[in-house]
C-alpha cells in the first residue's frame, strides 16, 4: 500500500511536533523516520496510525484519504519500543488477541497464529508467558502479533531500542529480511543512524519537526543537502571547520588562520556562480583524511596528533593546527603516538556549507 503524507502539520498547544511534512512511501518499500528524540517522529507514526489526527495536512493509503479511519480500520500493524505484550496471556493468546477483538473464529485463529509464529520461528515458544523470554524473543512476538492480522501496513517505533548492542544488530537484519519476503509497506522510526542506513530503501530525516532530506542511505551519505544531515549521518562524524572561501590565481581555496586547502576543480565549477559566498563550513568525513607519519621539515603544512582512541580495526586520531581540530580513522598499521607531526590529504570528498543558512553549496536549489 503508497502512503502519502501530503502537508502534514501536528500542533500540540504551542509545541509545533510536525511541521508541513511531505513524504511519498512507495508500495513494498521501507522508510524510516530518522532524527534526534523529540524531533516528531513518533507523532508522525501515530497520525499514520490514525492514533493522532493531523492538525493540518491529509494522509493517503492508496487513493484514499484516511484522515477520518479510526485506527481499526486503517489495516495497520504497529509495534512499540516497549512491546507491551499482555504479561498475563501466553505468547500464543498475546498474538491471537488482535483476532479475537475482530471475533474470528477459533480454526481461523489458531490457523493464523501458527503460520505467523512459524514464519518468525517462534513456533516452539507459544505456550510461553512474555516473562520467560529473551529480549529478542518478546521482540519477534511483538512483531507477530502486528502481523497476524496481515496489515496492508507495519508500523515501527523503535523497535529495537530495548535490545543490547550485539541483538540489535542481528535483530535490524532479520527485520530487513522479514520486511522484503513479505513485501509490506513498513515505517520504521528510530534515532539510530547507522540503523537507519542498514534497514532503509529510503530515509527521511527529520530536525525539529521539519523533514531536512529524503533520499537513499548512499546519497544522505555522499550527498547531505545540508550541516545538519551532514553531521547527523556518518560515524565518527564529519569534521567541521569554519572558514573562508578565497581564489587566487585562478585556484580556489578554503582557509582560516590554521590552515589554507586548496579544493578541487569540480568545487571550483559549482561555486563560480556563488562567488559572493565568503563565509564557509568546510566539511571532511574522519574516514577521507589520510595522514602520512613521513618526518616533515615544511613546518607549515603538519598537524599535531592530540589523541589516539581504539576504534577496533581503526583508530580514531584528533590533530590539531593552532585552533582548528580535524580527526581522523586510520589503518592500526600506522601506529601514531600522541606528539607526533604529521601531514594529511584529503582521499575522499569534501563539502562546503553555507555558514548562515547551513546549505550544502554544492547542491542545486
Ligand atoms: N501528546 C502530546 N502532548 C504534547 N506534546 C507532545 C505530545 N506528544 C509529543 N509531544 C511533543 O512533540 C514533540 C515531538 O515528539 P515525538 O513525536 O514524541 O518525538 P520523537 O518520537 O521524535 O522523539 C516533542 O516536543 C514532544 O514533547
Ligand atoms: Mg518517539
Not at 66 to 73: E, G, I, Q, S, T
Not at 216 to 229: A, G, H, K
Request: glycine share 6%.
Amino acid at each position: 500500500m503508497k502512503v502519502l503524507l501530503d502537508n502534514i502539520t501536528k500542533i500540540f498547544g504551542r509545541i509545533i511536533a510536525v511541521n508541513n511534512l511531505n513524504l511519498e512511501i512507495d508500495d513494498g518499500k521501507l522508510v524510516v523516520l530518522l532524527g534526534p528524540s523529540g524531533c516528531g517522529k513518533s507523532t508522525t507514526l501515530l497520525m499514520i496510525a490514525g492514533i493522532y489526527r493531523p492538525t493540518e495536512g491529509e494522509i493517503w493509503f492508496g487513493d484514499k484519504v484516511v484522515n477520518d479511519l479510526p485506527p481499526r480500520d486503517r489495516k495497520i500493524g504497529l509495534v512499540f519500543q516497549s512491546y507491551a505484550l499482555y504479561p498475563h496471556m501466553t505468547v500464543f493468546e498475546n498474538i491471537a488477541f488482535p483476532l479475537r477483538l475482530k471475533k474470528e473464529n477459533k480454526e481461523e485463529i489458531n490457523r493464523k497464529v501458527r503460520e505467523i509464529s512459524e514464519f518468525l520461528e517462534i513456533n516452539e515458544l507459544l505456550e510461553r508467558k512474555p516473562i520467560q523470554l529473551s529480549g529478542g524473543q518478546q521482540q519477534r512476538v511483538a512483531v507477530a502479533r502486528a502481523l497476524v492480522k496481515s496489515p496492508d501496513i507495519l508500523l515501527l517505533d523503535e523497535p529495537l531500542s530495548n535490545l543490547d548492542a550485539k541483538l540489535r544488530v542481528m535483530m535490524r537484519s532479520e527485520l530487513k529480511k522479514m520486511q522484503m519476503r513479505l513485501g509490506i509497506t513498513t515505517i520504521f522510526v528510530t534515532h539510530d543512524q547507522s540503523e537507519a542506513m542498514t534497514v532503509a530503501d529510503k530515509i527521511a530525516v527529520i530536525k525539529n519537526g521539519v523533514l531536512q532530506q529524503y533520499s537513499s542511505s548512499d546519497e544522505l551519505y555522499d550527498l547531505p543537502r545540508n550541516i545538519f544531515v551532514a553531521t547527523f549521518i556518518g560515524s565518527p562524524p564529519m569534521n567541521i571547520i569554519e572558514g573562508s572561501i578565497q581564489y587566487e590565481g585562478g585556484n580556489l581555496f578554503f582557509l582560516n588562520p590554521d590552515v589554507r586547502f586548496s579544493l578541487p576543480k569540480d568545487l571550483e565549477f559549482v561555486l563560480k556562480q556563488k562567488r559572493n559566498t565568503k563565509d564557509v563550513l568546510f566539511g571532511v568525513r574522519p574516514e577521507d583524511v589520510n595522514i602520512s607519519m613521513k618526518e616533515t621539515t615544511q613546518d607549515s603544512i603538519s598537524w599535531i596528533i592530540d589523541m589516539v582512541e581504539m576504534m577496533g580495526r581503526e583508530l580514531l586520531v584528533t590533530l590539531s593546527r593552532g585552533k582548528t581540530i580535524l580527526k581522523t580513522l586510520i589503518d592500526r598499521e600506522h601506529s601514531p603516538s600522541i606528539g607526533d607531526r604529521v601531514n594529511i590529504e584529503f582521499s575522499g570528498r569534501v563539502f562546503l556549507f553555507d555558514k548562515e543558512s547551513g546549505k550544502n553549496l554544492l547542491c542545486e536549489e
